[in-house]
């Protein structure tokens, strides 16, 4: 073991303990995903739903293993990128993948916006999708700004509404169950027109997707107490929980009805809980998915935000995304550049193209983490940190590999322009500032920083 951890600084404020964490890596995983994907996975891989979940969690859990290592021994607000330059050295590689991420995570929040301002908000307000959504990233960018702090408090609460949302089906289904109704046996049932094999496969990378969310952590990393100790225990904590949630969600879903149904409705959950016969109100669950919405666009919003700060912070942004609000300590630039990009997403993309875009991104990202995490093994610092057995990153890669093949031609099209676009944002940065140091006297230029040299002899985190 490494000797004691160094005191962590940083320009932001330390206010994220750790089951404020846990509760912000659950809600962003426990998404609004679930409510739909459902009967999406049904379709894939029959009755049996809860095998394609669990199989998603492990894939899942594989990649968190680096990310906890890596997190844990630089905690910076870059996150990926931090670690990708650790590794290669190459800052045109590191701002690819942090662009990956931040596209990813303004794509994100883009989708959730429209998915607020559509049919789940209908029962309630019929207001035109665009104009609503635009209204809604503008909500959460006050919220964002106001403090992470105040946000995380916001997460918790809409994390327990989601989650009471969740265990509702699953105690209905039980007690349904337990009065006679509903078919057990359907819950090893396969899809009769492909191979078990072959269905668990495919249902397992739609599956995946719900899991999606726990890396944003990395992005708040110089806001949380004592990262090195509560990290992985938050970290792997909340895709336990949500793991747990989900195979349950599987096991009732199938119980309460055959897979057919499940994949023939947009409101899957919605259905089970009638197909319960106790007479929940539509209505409520209505609410309980806004709200799911609301506060994945939250917490995508702020891991967004914090990743410009941080790439800022070593000089591969425009430093002024660098600034933060005097009293609040909220990186406000960021925070306003973000929002807006993703309220251009909003007004140009669909629901259905900026979800597969986002996964597509974010592979590319993991790819990179699990790369990095083998290739920084020999990089010792001073502090405790997590490290993980040296098979579990290599089969994490493996797995990210298998997942990204998966994709669309056209889904490859859309993430080749976004990072195009960061392409040329990276090489218009890099020219604006060797204007700005030959414009300023000898004796006051700086030399061009580095994202290697900013982070030397910087391995607790420290400016």
């Avoid at 209905?172 to 109704?181: K, S």
């Avoid at 699990?370 to 001073?382: G, I, P, Q, T």
């Avoid at 056209?410 to 940065?429: H, K, P, Q, Y």
């Amino acid at each position: 073991m490494n000797s004691p951890a160094k005191p962590q600084t940083s320009k932001l404020k330390q206010s994220i303990t750790g089951p404020l964490l846990f509760l912000f890596i659950l809600g962003d995983v426990l998404g609004a995903g679930i409510y739909a994907l459902v009967g999406k996975v049904a379709g894939e891989v029959g009755g049996a739903v809860w095998i394609p979940l669990g199989l998603a969690l492990f894939l899942a859990m594989l990649t968190a293993a680096s990310y906890a290592e890596l997190v844990t021994k630089y905690p910076k607000a870059g996150g990926a990128a931090v670690f990708v330059e650790r590794a290669f050295k190459v800052p045109l590689v590191s701002f690819l993948v942090g662009f990956s991420m931040l596209a990813a995570g303004v794509t994100s929040a883009a989708g959730l916006s429209l998915a607020f301002a559509g049919d789940y908000l209908k029962p309630f307000l019929d207001v035109p999708a665009t104009p609503t959504a635009l209204v809604f990233l503008l909500l959460i960018a006050l919220l964002n700004a106001r403090g992470v702090k105040e946000s995380v408090r916001a997460n918790v609460v809409m994390t327990i509404i989601e989650v009471s949302g969740l265990v509702l089906v699953i105690v209905l289904v039980g007690l349904m169950f337990g009065r006679g109704d509903g078919d057990a046996s359907r819950v090893l049932e396969f899809n009769p027109a492909v191979s078990p094999g072959a269905g668990i496969l495919a249902a397992s990378l739609l599956a995946y997707y719900s899991f999606v969310g726990f890396e944003t952590s990395a992005n708040v990393a110089e806001e949380v107490r004592d990262i090195h100790r509560v990290y992985p225990k938050a970290l792997f904590g909340a895709l336990l929980t949500a793991g747990i949630i989900y195979i349950l969600i599987g096991l009732a879903s199938s119980i309460a009805l055959p897979a057919s149904e499940l994949n023939s409705s947009s409101g899957p959950l919605l259905q089970v809980v009638q197909a319960t016969g106790f007479g929940v109100p539509d209505w409520l669950f209505g609410l309980v998915a806004l709200i799911a919405v609301a506060n994945g666009a939250l917490l995508t919003m702020i891991m967004a935000s914090r990743l410009a700060f941080g790439m800022a912070e070593q000089s591969l942004l425009p430093t002024g995304l660098g600034k933060v609000l005097p009293q609040r300590r909220t990186p406000w630039v960021a925070i306003l550049v973000t929002t807006l990009a993703a309220m251009a997403l909003t007004a140009t993309g669909d629901l259905g193209s900026l979800a597969e875009t986002v996964v597509l991104l974010l592979l590319f990202v993991f790819i990179s983490t699990n790369v990095a995490v083998l290739v920084l093994r020999k990089d010792k610092v001073e502090h405790q940190h997590f490290r993980a057995p040296v098979v579990i990153p290599c089969l994490a890669l493996a797995s990210c590999v298998l997942l990204l093949f998966q994709q669309g031609p056209e889904i490859w099209l859309r993430a080749g322009i976004l990072l195009g676009i960061g392409l040329v944002l990276f090489f218009v940065t890099r020219w604006i500032q060797r204007r700005q140091r030959t414009d300023l006297p000898a004796a006051k230029q700086r030399p061009e920083t580095q994202f290697a040299e900013s982070l030397k002899g910087n391995e607790a985190g420290g400016p």
